[in-house]
């Protein structure tokens, strides 16, 4: 599992793709959202939190297909499925993501929360918000991905699966971020947030197996 | 005596369902014909809202069947996922259009009704963003089937899609609720506690309409059902050439 886990690290840094595409990706819509909406720091700073979420959420469903989509086309996921219980290879695949997206979007939120006049005292919640709610995203992710590996270009379809099961985690982490941003208490949705993670963490592997399963058959 | 789950059996759900339709349909187009007849015509204004009121005889049966139409949606697919009963899968997938189709009809008339009341055609309320949430889970259930050619592999993966969507569905609505605090009046009709807030004069109309829309959800669902179960029949003979 460890094995897979690194190998799957190497994958995603070396090969062109969804690494950097990912981070690239979250730095252009911060940087686009100024066009957007105006220059003034007052707007900016109000949007920022939920801004960076929004970006963050879009980075994430980005690399998202290519989860499980290379590995089912070539049969590497059926030789893993034979040597692996299915769910420790999604849930190995899972944090590998997250490492390479939700982990460094949580150190890259606060220093591109700068552009958006985020305000310093907000950065330690958003960075908190981003590392901790991101995992969700991942595992949450994963089941979608699951779900349209028998689909060709599944992308479109993807976005509309997993979006919606987003919601909870993007109001949870949002309301962190922009709580923290405006110097208000932000531990209870904090706990609220971390708790969808770790259920996400816990529960999402098992979904998404049942479903490789049904797509592997 | 039969199983109870020999029903499922395609041959008997069509003799079964094709013996039923026809009364659902009566009781339906019946009920809900009554419900609003007597609703807009027989009852009077509300003294504060004056003839918008009547819009809750479509409104509120709309909500609860939208709500009860994804509720189905997650029996079928635990049904499907436990049983295999490739009936069930398709009663799953002929709900989910008219579920939708139910949850706009929900969301457009609280618009119309919000307008004059509210003053906003939308408010991002808990309530009314829970419905938003629950026609795109709608949306993307749809487009999962419509998606996927193999028809076994279509009804285990929107099942799968179902269960989870469920729990997700349930968490958004709360979720919602600690982000913003609600527009929306509670419940009329709360079932636990008792308390009506509506009168008997707008009460009987509006259940005569409730108990009509559930009806017709049902004979308009089977339909649905019955049509897909003929389709696989012809691809089927098709097949055989």
Known sequence: MIALL???????????????????????????????????????????????????????????????????EDGTLEQLALTLPLEAVIFAKSLSHWLTTGAVLALL??????????????????????????????????????????????????????????????????????????????????????????????????????ALRASLR | MRSLWEYANPRLFMNWTGKALPWLWVLGLGLTGLGLVWGFFFTGDDFRMGSTVKIIYIHVPAALMAINGYFLMFV????????????????????????????????????IWGQ?????????????????????????????????????????????LAIVGSVFAVLSRYAARFWNQGLHQGTSVPVATGNRTVDDVFFIPLAISMVGFFFLFVAITLVRARTEVRARRVKVLEAKG
Do not use: H, N
């Open chain 1, 6 to 72: 690194l190998r799957d690290l190497r994958l995603a840094i070396r090969t062109g793709g969804g690494f950097g595409l990912g981070l690239a990706f979250f730095a252009v819509i911060v940087i686009m959202t100024p066009f957007a909406v105006g220059p003034s720091p007052a707007e900016l700073s109000a949007l920022a939190p939920g801004i960076l979420w929004l970006a963050a959420l879009l980075a994430v469903l980005l690399t998202l297909d290519r989860l499980f989509a290379l590995d089912a």
């Open chain 1, 109 to 210: 939120g606060p220093l591109l929360g700068i552009l958006l006049s985020l305000p310093v005292s907000g950065m330690l919640p958003l960075f908190l918000a981003l590392l901790l709610g991101t995992p969700a995203l991942s595992f949450i992710g994963a089941f979608g991905a699951s779900l349209t590996v028998a689909v060709k270009r599944g992308g479109l379809l993807l976005s509309l699966l997993v979006l919606p099961l987003y919601i909870p985690t993007l109001i949870f982490g949002a309301s962190v971020a922009s709580r923290g941003a405006a110097g208000l208490d932000y531990t209870q949705p904090l706990a609220l947030l971390s708790a969808l993670s770790l259920g996400c963490v816990a529960a999402m592997p098992f979904a998404a197996a049942a």
């Open chain 2, 76 to 111: 079928a697919a635990l049904i499907w996922l436990i049983r295999r009963q490739p009936v069930t899968a398709l009663v799953g997938r002929a709900a989910a259009p008219v579920g939708l189709t139910m949850t706009v009809i929900g969301l457009v008339t609280g618009a």
């Open chain 2, 116 to 160: 004059p009341m509210w003053g906003t055609w939308w408010a991002w309320d808990p309530r009314l963003t829970s419905f938003l949430v629950l026609a795109l889970f709608y949306l993307g259930y749809i487009a999962l089937w419509e998606a996927i050619s193999d028809p076994e592999l279509a009804a285990d993966l929107t099942s799968m």
